[in-house]
């Protein structure tokens, strides 16, 4: 296959995150467009690191992988952190920094 | 052979992530992403990536998603409710933003002059992307992302547990905190102000 088919699927897969983060309220669904615009980064690494016959695009893929689990660990946190204080879940109700 | 699998993969990489966002309840849209990362993890064997694609089906498909199914049951997904606060327009506008986004993309991946990405890929040379020289690489030349990224877990999980532990006066039913005494009757009937988060909780349930 074409390596242009493989960073296509990857800018629609990047897009269509990027779409959810902005459409959706619900804080875990953020979190989980977060992940999928990530997923895409990754492919695009590894199809370039096929493009040049080298490994460092996938090591950088795994170092991206490590980063989401801590991010995902975090806003996880934040959110039950949330729903102990009885707190809406919904980025929308939630403006005390707004001024 | 590689095309059919490619465009199977693809077709299920992008469904996964269309039913993502657009399922109403979390628990199904976590159910998606599964499907998204396995289908994903078979666009890594097709880019020979053994070791990516491996981590990916047992790092993400299983223990980030594990801990998304978690939360999603405790905190309870429940839909969110159908009258959007920023309104229609701002809905279409996001949507509107994404396809410029994809249409941009793609012009500039189609239009690059990168001879590399009009071919399959570099020569196969054996022991591309196996463990072997993935571990070899981690602990030679990237010793140094390594061990911060061993530090950047640890930092996290230290992270996550600070930030969802139990507080005092929020769990036991026999102790009174400062906020509880904050929310009680004549506080919030006088001079809660409107819109904080002191409204938003109520008057203490118990």
Partial sequence: MN????????????????????????????????????????????GF???????????????????????????????VALFR??????????????G | MAEVLFFIAAIGAVAGAVGTVSLRNPFYAVLALVCHLLALAALFLLLRAEFVAAAQVVVYAGAVMVLYVFVVAYVGGSGEPLSLAGGASLRFA????????????????????????????????????????????FLTKFLVAFEIASLLLLIAAVGAV????????LGEPDEVSVADVMRSREVTASDAPTGSMLEAAGPPKR
């Fill in chain 2, 162 to 169: 600070i930030l969802a532990r139990r507080r005092a006066g």
């Fill in chain 1, 85 to 98: 204080r009885r707190l809406p879940i919904d980025v929308d109700e939630l403006r005390e920094l707004h």
């Fill in chain 1, 3 to 46: 390596l242009t088919w493989y960073l296509v699927v990857s800018a629609l897969i990047f897009c269509i995150g990027a779409g959810g983060v902005l459409v959706r309220r619900n804080p875990l669904v953020i979190l989980l467009c977060i992940e999928l615009m990530l997923n895409a980064a990754n492919l695009a690494l590894v």
């Fill in chain 1, 49 to 79: 690191s096929r493009a040049h016959g080298n490994m460092e695009g996938q090591m950088f893929a795994l170092i991206v992988m490590v980063v989401a689990a801590c991010e995902v660990a975090v806003g996880l946190g934040l959110i």
């Fill in chain 2, 94 to 137: 996001s949507i509107l933003f994404a396809l410029a986004l994809f249409v941009e993309l793609t012009i500039a991946l189609v239009g690059t002059g990168l001879s590399a990405l009009e071919t399959e890929g570099a020569a196969y040379t054996p022991g591309f992307g196996t463990p072997a020289e993935v571990g070899e690489l």
